[in-house]
């Protein structure tokens, strides 16, 4: 779905409760945030990444042939040394990111991305770096910078030289993420940065050979990982130019592809305390794309003593009151015969306003009026199962957002249509959205399980992975943890107005403390999807086994998938058998978040 071209480029919606295979024979929709084929911005945002990567190539190419104009940083008005500002306690990661420029809100969305990953470990501050002061990088574990403004012409430098300066001079570890690493070699003198780091990002280039090339792929740690941008929408790779002989040697991390070429070139790099990462990589991702390597490097930064665990979890998704009692069992059986534990997503209110499943007869019922289904839930729950809330109808109103209304088929807490194209496109939050709105849909839902004689869930996953940043905050105070993909919303660091037509998608391979303050467990190879929907392919057990095995790369990662139970048992098992052979472990939803 272009929905998540929006969100997390590629998302399938997920399937309606009474089966796989809708009444005209089409396949029903598909779940939520499976990719991030276009990208992971919203839709304004995304329309703006070609013009962004237009300027950014058309400024590599000034600075190439040195008529590039960079007006330096104004000197900070006030100076706070290191001894004034109070250290965070344990680890801590200072995320500096730009906010000027045409493009300027980009810096914000990725400092969000990098400040939730940053949230396994521990705590993020994120600021513009344009707020950095002396000494700032001596009171953190770590720093991150990720460049996204390309600076010169009509756009000021806004890093400060004192940070140009700290990144030298420290020796505590410097992530440096695109843009404007040329800018240190030079603030710091050129001789000086080859002297500690071994190469020269001012003879270093996104471009070569007259464009960008097709890297399609990224290879770390023996993993081959997905690059997949858009032709006209990729800004390149930064290509190091390495000094060589008599200079420090640098380790190259990662290394990139082209399809054309088949060149290789590195894809990050480290030296002395500096990781530098190519290209910002959470535009345009996938399950098994090259972010995962981002992921895994930032545990050297943060936790360099992290043994190596590969855990998995799969959830059962859409179970609502109309779900077949026979099948749910079936699958526990199965299950349970493995000794895996798993999550069941239970929607507690089943409705079809307009009748779409029940020839135009409104029909609409509760667990409590679905004795069979609630006995098959407590067998689940005796066999290994965790109950969590998937929202109180996972649709809304009598109206189709997108598709026809029905619990399971659409959005609750966000709006949406099906474009001329056949993609979803978000439409930003509900019109009565609030604290009270969300929070009446909370406790019906919990009030449904209690009437039902079930216990209470202390999970849970948004219908379609999709609310607003007010919506977010009310599961957070309802619930231990979220297990899902999540949309961030910009004005979230700054402390200003929220944007809700400005957000990034983004999903983990391990559980972290999000910027909205929760607990939000992964969920980061999709789901076995049989059927191509709204642009999308099929997704088998294949794919699913593949997607896990690029996430090996995670030292501590996890392969987190779910399955909607009215399909067969044999696809799950496959992928299951697949997933075991890869040497992961499967585990309850609560053991991801330690």
């Given at each position: 779905?272009?929905?998540?071209?929006?969100?997390?480029?590629?998302?399938?919606?997920?399937?309606?409760?009474?089966?796989?295979?809708?009444?005209?024979?089409?396949?029903?929709?598909?779940?939520?945030?499976?990719?991030?084929?276009?990208?992971?911005?919203?839709?304004?945002?995304?329309?703006?990444?070609?013009?962004?990567?237009?300027?950014?190539?058309?400024?590599?190419?000034?600075?190439?042939?040195?008529?590039?104009?960079?007006?330096?940083?104004?000197?900070?008005?006030?100076?706070?040394?290191?001894?004034?500002?109070?250290?965070?306690?344990?680890?801590?990661?200072?995320?500096?990111?730009?906010?000027?420029?045409?493009?300027?809100?980009?810096?914000?969305?990725?400092?969000?991305?990098?400040?939730?990953?940053?949230?396994?470990?521990?705590?993020?501050?994120?600021?513009?770096?344009?707020?950095?002061?002396?000494?700032?990088?001596?009171?953190?574990?770590?720093?991150?910078?990720?460049?996204?403004?390309?600076?010169?012409?009509?756009?000021?430098?806004?890093?400060?030289?004192?940070?140009?300066?700290?990144?030298?001079?420290?020796?505590?570890?410097?992530?440096?993420?695109?843009?404007?690493?040329?800018?240190?070699?030079?603030?710091?003198?050129?001789?000086?940065?080859?002297?500690?780091?071994?190469?020269?990002?001012?003879?270093?280039?996104?471009?070569?050979?007259?464009?960008?090339?097709?890297?399609?792929?990224?290879?770390?740690?023996?993993?081959?990982?997905?690059?997949?941008?858009?032709?006209?929408?990729?800004?390149?790779?930064?290509?190091?130019?390495?000094?060589?002989?008599?200079?420090?040697?640098?380790?190259?991390?990662?290394?990139?592809?082209?399809?054309?070429?088949?060149?290789?070139?590195?894809?990050?790099?480290?030296?002395?305390?500096?990781?530098?990462?190519?290209?910002?990589?959470?535009?345009?991702?996938?399950?098994?794309?090259?972010?995962?390597?981002?992921?895994?490097?930032?545990?050297?930064?943060?936790?360099?003593?992290?043994?190596?665990?590969?855990?998995?979890?799969?959830?059962?998704?859409?179970?609502?009151?109309?779900?077949?009692?026979?099948?749910?069992?079936?699958?526990?059986?199965?299950?349970?015969?493995?000794?895996?534990?798993?999550?069941?997503?239970?929607?507690?209110?089943?409705?079809?306003?307009?009748?779409?499943?029940?020839?135009?007869?409104?029909?609409?019922?509760?667990?409590?009026?679905?004795?069979?289904?609630?006995?098959?839930?407590?067998?689940?729950?005796?066999?290994?199962?965790?109950?969590?809330?998937?929202?109180?109808?996972?649709?809304?109103?009598?109206?189709?957002?997108?598709?026809?209304?029905?619990?399971?088929?659409?959005?609750?807490?966000?709006?949406?249509?099906?474009?001329?194209?056949?993609?979803?496109?978000?439409?930003?939050?509900?019109?009565?959205?609030?604290?009270?709105?969300?929070?009446?849909?909370?406790?019906?839902?919990?009030?449904?399980?209690?009437?039902?004689?079930?216990?209470?869930?202390?999970?849970?996953?948004?219908?379609?992975?999709?609310?607003?940043?007010?919506?977010?905050?009310?599961?957070?105070?309802?619930?231990?943890?979220?297990?899902?993909?999540?949309?961030?919303?910009?004005?979230?660091?700054?402390?200003?107005?929220?944007?809700?037509?400005?957000?990034?998608?983004?999903?983990?391979?391990?559980?972290?403390?999000?910027?909205?303050?929760?607990?939000?467990?992964?969920?980061?190879?999709?789901?076995?999807?049989?059927?191509?929907?709204?642009?999308?392919?099929?997704?088998?057990?294949?794919?699913?086994?593949?997607?896990?095995?690029?996430?090996?790369?995670?030292?501590?990662?996890?392969?987190?998938?779910?399955?909607?139970?009215?399909?067969?048992?044999?696809?799950?098992?496959?992928?299951?058998?697949?997933?075991?052979?890869?040497?992961?472990?499967f585990v309850g939803p609560m053991d991801l978040a330690r």
């Amino acid at each position: 779905m272009a929905v998540v071209a929006a969100l997390l480029g590629g998302v399938t919606l997920s399937a309606g409760a009474e089966g796989a295979i809708a009444g005209d024979g089409r396949p029903h929709p598909s779940h939520g945030l499976q990719g991030v084929g276009s990208a992971s911005l919203a839709g304004t945002s995304a329309k703006e990444l070609k013009s962004y990567v237009t300027d950014r190539l058309s400024k590599d190419r000034q600075r190439r042939a040195g008529t590039l104009t960079v007006t330096p940083a104004p000197a900070p008005r006030t100076t706070v040394t290191a001894t004034t500002l109070a250290a965070p306690s344990g680890t801590s990661a200072l995320v500096l990111y730009d906010n000027t420029g045409p493009y300027g809100h980009l810096g914000e969305l990725y400092a969000m991305a990098i400040a939730n990953l940053v949230g396994h470990f521990g705590t993020a501050t994120a600021k513009p770096v344009s707020a950095y002061t002396a000494g700032m990088v001596e009171q953190y574990t770590s720093t991150v910078y990720v460049g996204s403004t390309y600076y010169g012409g009509t756009v000021p430098d806004a890093i400060p030289a004192a940070f140009y300066q700290d990144a030298l001079k420290t020796a505590k570890p410097v992530n440096w993420i695109g843009d404007n690493i040329w800018g240190m070699a030079n603030a710091v003198g050129i001789e000086n940065f080859k002297k500690k780091y071994g190469w020269d990002p001012t003879n270093s280039y996104y471009g070569t050979g007259g464009g960008v090339g097709n890297i399609n792929q990224v290879t770390y740690k023996n993993q081959q990982l997905t690059r997949k941008i858009p032709a006209g929408f990729d800004g390149g790779v930064l290509h190091p130019a390495l000094s060589g002989a008599g200079y420090p040697q640098v380790t190259e991390l990662a290394q990139a592809k082209d399809a054309n070429s088949g060149d290789t070139s590195p894809w990050a790099i480290r030296s002395s305390n500096l990781t530098y990462v190519g290209e910002i990589p959470f535009a345009y991702v996938s399950e098994s794309d090259r972010v995962i390597v981002f992921e895994d490097l930032l545990f050297d930064a943060l936790a360099p003593a992290t043994a190596e665990r590969h855990r998995a979890f799969v959830r059962l998704e859409d179970i609502s009151p109309k779900a077949d009692p026979a099948q749910l069992r079936a699958i526990a059986d199965y299950l349970y015969s493995q000794r895996i534990p798993y999550g069941i997503n239970v929607i507690p209110t089943y409705t079809d306003p307009k009748g779409a499943y029940n020839n135009g007869v409104a029909e609409t019922i509760t667990l409590a009026q679905a004795p069979q289904v609630v006995s098959a839930l407590k067998y689940m729950l005796q066999r290994g199962a965790v109950l969590m809330n998937h929202g109180y109808t996972h649709q809304y109103k009598n109206v189709n957002n997108p598709y026809t209304g029905t619990t399971g088929d659409d959005f609750e807490f966000f709006r949406a249509h099906v474009d001329a194209s056949d993609n979803v496109v978000y439409d930003g939050p509900v019109a009565e959205d609030s604290t009270v709105w969300a929070q009446s849909r909370v406790t019906s839902g919990l009030n449904g399980f209690t009437l039902a004689g079930l216990p209470r869930p202390t999970l849970w996953t948004t219908p379609h992975y999709a609310a607003s940043a007010t919506d977010y905050k009310v599961f957070g105070q309802n619930f231990t943890a979220r297990l899902e993909r999540s949309l961030y919303f910009a004005g979230t660091l700054s402390g200003g107005t929220v944007n809700p037509g400005r957000y990034i998608g983004q999903f983990f391979p391990y559980a972290v403390k999000d910027v909205y303050g929760t607990t939000v467990l992964p969920e980061n190879i999709g789901n076995y999807e049989p059927e191509p929907f709204n642009n999308h392919p099929a997704r088998q057990p294949a794919d699913l086994i593949n997607s896990a095995r690029a996430n090996l790369a995670v030292r501590d990662g996890v392969a987190s998938f779910f399955y909607h139970p009215y399909y067969p048992v044999e696809p799950l098992k496959q992928t299951i058998e697949g997933i075991r052979a890869l040497g992961y472990t499967f585990v309850g939803p609560m053991d991801l978040a330690r």
